[in-house]
């Protein structure tokens, strides 16, 4: 499907439609993962993430050297640690996964979009950008879509994640959110930083994923808040095919939870 700019206009018409077409929708899981306890399908689904504002560089490295140990999908960190995750990846199959214009969302798209180029430059793989928060409250679709546009040409093929910060929506904006993101283009749409409050839910990740489903390929990330097996297995069983977390060594390391129970 084409990626088609919209007046701001074009944009209300078309997500008064679709908000409570989505909203009617039943439920629909996908078809349960063969994963019983930390496995290595389990770790293929994890962003390994360290986002603290004081990381160390040793706390980078032994970030890096868990993910590879357990074969985590990615690392995910501040720009300012990507050249390091990079060197310390090279060789493994763990990609180097940045994020952008976090966790506010509120710089300029301009801003973003050198963010992201100069991750890219530093050895990003993947991009997680926080969205255009205050726009999407406000209705200014085409600023949302524009924002998103922005940092998704200047990745220029490298995936980008949207973070649409769902602590601050309501469903009607959850909806929107994750259309727009998926008509802009947005691989993954995700659902919060964890610097804001809130965490990821059920109910968020199965509407984020019924937001996208016209869009194949689109996928939907939960973080926030997963610190055990059984919490990362809802998200996964609610549809959530990448999973962001800090906890994901001490989850595999544990390995001592009972078997999970799927819908």
Request: some cysteine.
């Amino acid at each position: 499907m084409a990626i088609v700019a919209r007046t701001n206009q074009q944009w209300a018409l078309e997500l008064h439609r679709k908000i409570p077409e989505v909203l009617g929708w039943p439920i629909v899981y996908p078809p349960s993962l063969p994963i019983t306890e930390p496995n290595d399908v389990f770790a293929s689904l994890i962003d390994h993430t360290q986002l603290k504002p004081d990381a160390s560089p040793d706390q980078i490295d032994k970030l890096c050297d868990e993910a590879i140990k357990h074969k985590f999908k990615s690392c995910c960190v501040h720009g300012i640690n990507v050249a390091q995750v990079a060197k310390r990846l090279e060789g493994s199959e763990v990609l180097t996964c940045c994020v952008v214009g976090f966790p506010l969302g509120s710089c300029k798209s301009s801003v973003k979009a050198f963010e992201t180029k100069e991750a890219i430059e530093d050895g990003a793989q993947e991009i997680d950008m926080v969205m255009n928060i205050s726009a999407l409250k406000a209705k200014d679709y085409s600023t949302v879509w524009e924002d998103i546009r922005a940092v998704i040409e200047a990745a220029d093929g490298v995936p980008v994640k949207v973070i649409l910060e769902t602590v601050f929506l309501t469903s009607e904006e959850k909806v929107a959110a994750a259309y727009i993101s998926a008509e802009a283009g947005a691989a993954f749409v995700k659902t919060c930083t964890g610097f804001n409050g809130g965490g990821a839910s059920v109910d968020d990740v199965s509407l984020m994923q019924k937001s996208v489903r016209h869009r194949y390929g689109v996928k939907v990330k939960a973080s926030a808040g997963l610190r055990t097996f059984e919490k990362v297995m809802e998200m996964v069983q609610a549809g959530a095919q990448r999973i962001g977390t800090s906890s994901g060594a001490s989850i595999m390391e544990k390995n001592t939870t009972a078997p999970y129970l799927s819908y």
